[in-house]
C-alpha cells in the first residue's frame, strides 16, 4: 500500500511568488489533513478535510493560503504571495476515520524555502 | 487549550544503553497521547499511543511509554539504543477541545553513538 505521498520534496521561491504543495493521501482515506512546522518551532496544524469539504481550517494563519481537495482526493495548498515567515516544513497526513486517538499517516513533508 | 512539552531538544545515549526521551503534557480533558518518529527524509511515523486502555503502552521497535496522569507525564523509552534510532521524536497530544488536530512538542532529536 502507497503511503501519503507529497511533491515537490523541495521548493525555493521569492518574496511575492505563488507556490502550489500537493498531498496525495493513502487511497480510501477521507480525512486528509495539512500541518507545518516553521523553523525552531512545534509542528501546527492548518486544516482538516472529510472528502471534499473543510472540517475545521481553524490553523490557516492567513487568507494568502488556500487549501482545496476537489473530487475528495487529493489535495493542494497553495500560498499567494508567499512571505519569508511562510519558509518552513508543510507535512500532509491522512485517515480512514478521524476522531480522539486515530492514527494520522504522515507524508514526508514539502520544505519551503522563501528568499 | 492543551500543549506538550518536551523537556530535552537533543539525547545523545551510547549504543546499547537505555533511551529516556521526556514529555509532559496538559489536556483539560481525558488526552489521547501519541509519540511519533521522524528519520531523515521520511514521514513521520507512529512509534505508539495511548487512549485511556493500559497505562503501560507498547510500540514499535522495542520502544514503551506510561501514562503517569497524576504527573501529567508520557515519557518514551527503550532499554537498549540501535544506531537506527537515532531520529526526530515527537510527543503529541489531541483531544476533545483539539478535535482532530494534533498537538506537537518541538520535537527530541535522539543521536546515538557507538
Known amino acids: 500500500e502507497a503511503g501519503v505521498t507529497q511533491f515537490p520534496s523541495h521548493s525555493v521561491i521569492e518574496k511575492g511568488q505563488t507556490v502550489t504543495l500537493r498531498c496525495d493521501p493513502i487511497?480510501?482515506?477521507?480525512?486528509l489533513y495539512w500541518y507545518r512546522r516553521v523553523m525552531g518551532k512545534e509542528i501546527k496544524f492548518l486544516l482538516h478535510?472529510?472528502?471534499?469539504?473543510?472540517?475545521?481550517e481553524s490553523g490557516m494563519p492567513n487568507n494568502r493560503f488556500l487549501a482545496e481537495r476537489t473530487g475528495g482526493t487529493y489535495s493542494t495548498l497553495k500560498v499567494q504571495p508567499a512571505e519569508l515567515e511562510d519558509s518552513g516544513v508543510y507535512f500532509c497526513?491522512?485517515?480512514?476515520?478521524?476522531?480522539?486517538?486515530?492514527?494520522?499517516?504522515f507524508g514526508p513533508g514539502t520544505r519551503l524555502t522563501v528568499t | 487549550a492543551q500543549s506538550v512539552t518536551q523537556l530535552d531538544s537533543h539525547v545523545s545515549v551510547s549504543e546499547g544503553t537505555p533511551v529516556l526521551l521526556r514529555c509532559n503534557y496538559s489536556s483539560s480533558y481525558s488526552p489521547s497521547l501519541f509519540w511519533y518518529v521522524q528519520h531523515p527524509n521520511k514521514g513521520l511515523q507512529l512509534l505508539l499511543k495511548?487512549?485511556?486502555?493500559?497505562?503501560l503502552v507498547k510500540g514499535i521497535n522495542g520502544f514503551e511509554a506510561e501514562f503517569k496522569k497524576s504527573e501529567t507525564s508520557f515519557h518514551l523509552t527503550k532499554p537498549s539504543a540501535h544506531m537506527s534510532d537515532a531520529a526526530e521524536y515527537f510527543c503529541v497530544v489531541s483531544d476533545l477541545y483539539s478535535g482532530y488536530a494534533l498537538n506537537f512538542g518541538k520535537g527530541t532529536s535522539l543521536l546515538v553513538t557507538p
Open positions: 478535510f472529510v472528502k471534499e469539504s473543510k472540517q475545521d
Open positions: 495511548y487512549t485511556s486502555a493500559a497505562t
Open positions: 497526513a491522512s485517515s480512514q476515520l478521524a476522531g480522539l486517538g486515530y492514527e494520522q499517516y
Open positions: 487511497s480510501g482515506h477521507d480525512n
